[in-house]
């Protein structure tokens, strides 16, 4: 069956001028394919990948990187759809969607259920969703999102929305790709006290108060409030931009283009002020680090001799006759020896 698989994707992949081509045509079939391709650990996908990424650099790094975050339940879908249509059907402008769905940690499976959640958006010419599983990285990103992230830029979105799982506190890689960062709240739900936490608050350009409809507009104000005094405490952003913190209703598309109207002054304000080009400088040496680390996994992975000696150090840990961190540098030591 696995061999079966592996043949079909092999008859299934195309050139790297193809998909180049499909990609800069804005064939969303081919870009969708491509995607697939550069999340794919395939050495020989991986050496594909690679080309296309290559040939696509050059058309990529104009867009608007919004990361978009949030508690489970806070409605995220809703709102990424509430503010992917008024671009594509109000304003005219394209919009790319990359939504990470949490990998079960016991089936390594995940849900990938956002074009369901996102019915008008994902029907949307002007539109491109793609739902990828986490497959358990940290960050709340997938492995291959920045990749994603260029190859939809290289297909001419406009707008590029990075949806991450929803896991607090570990929302950091999302930072390093986006340019600008958006978290939604809840009021009156537990969340006020999470929201609080350092972390996520000195990474936020705008904190939205989402669900600020009908009884809850009050509580919603409230917190309002709290967390815009809580953001009073951090020093100034290195980029000049003061992380504001607003009030919507994505479900009435109540306060969508007040926001949207601060990512574009923010966007202004550091292209004037040069922090821009220092941001996507910034992203790019972000993305190498993580490239390397990726490369020297995967290089492990298709080393016979490591990963066997990876399986012998797996059983010394679980016997206890071996630390972790011992078991570790074995491992390191057995690659460099190679």
């Known amino acids: 069956m696995a061999q079966s698989s592996a043949a079909t994707r092999r008859r299934q992949r195309l050139p790297a001028a193809e998909y180049v081509a499909g990609i800069r045509d804005g064939d969303r079939a081919v870009l969708a394919r491509a995607i697939t391709l550069v999340e794919s650990d395939l050495p020989s996908d991986v050496d594909l990948a690679s080309e296309v990424i290559e040939a696509c650099l050059p058309h990529s790094g104009r867009s608007r990187r919004l990361g978009i975050t949030g508690v489970p339940g806070v409605g995220k879908s809703t ?23 949490p990998s079960s940690p016991v089936s390594g499976g995940s849900i990938l259920g956002d074009k369901t959640r996102m019915e008008r958006l994902a029907t949307d010419d002007r539109a491109f969703i793609r739902p990828s599983p986490s497959r358990g990285h940290l960050g709340g990103v997938a492995r291959r999102t920045r990749e994603a992230m260029l190859l939809c830029e290289a297909a001419g ?73 809580a953001l009073h405490l951090f020093p100034a952003s290195a980029d000049g931009w003061t992380p504001r913190v607003v009030t919507c209703s994505a479900l009435n598309r109540e306060g969508v283009a007040e926001i949207w109207d601060l990512v574009l002054e923010h966007r202004a304000l550091i292209e004037s002020n040069g922090s821009f080009a220092r941001l996507r ?15 020297l996994e995967q290089e492990i992975r298709r080393d016979r001799v490591v990963t066997d000696h990876l399986a012998a150090m797996r059983d010394e840990v679980r016997s206890g006759r071996l630390s972790p961190f011992r078991a570790a540098r074995n491992v390191l030591t057995a690659f460099r020896q190679r």
């Open 157 to 229: 979105y406009q707008n590029v929305f990075v949806e991450t799982v929803g896991v607090g506190q570990s929302e950091t890689t999302i930072r390093s790709m986006t340019d600008f960062f958006l978290l939604l709240m809840l009021a009156g739900a537990g969340d006020e006290l999470q929201g609080m936490k350092r972390g996520i608050l000195e990474m936020t350009d705008l904190i939205a108060i989402n669900k600020a409809d009908g009884d809850n507009r009050r509580r919603a104000e409230r917190a309002r409030l709290d967390y815009q005094n």
């Open 79 to 101: 709102f990424i759809e509430a503010l992917g249509t008024r671009l594509t059907r109000e304003l005219g402008e394209t919009v790319a969607v990359l939504s990470i769905d």
């Open 281 to 295: 400088e910034e992203q790019a040496i972000e993305w190498m680090r993580e490239a390397i680390l990726l490369g």
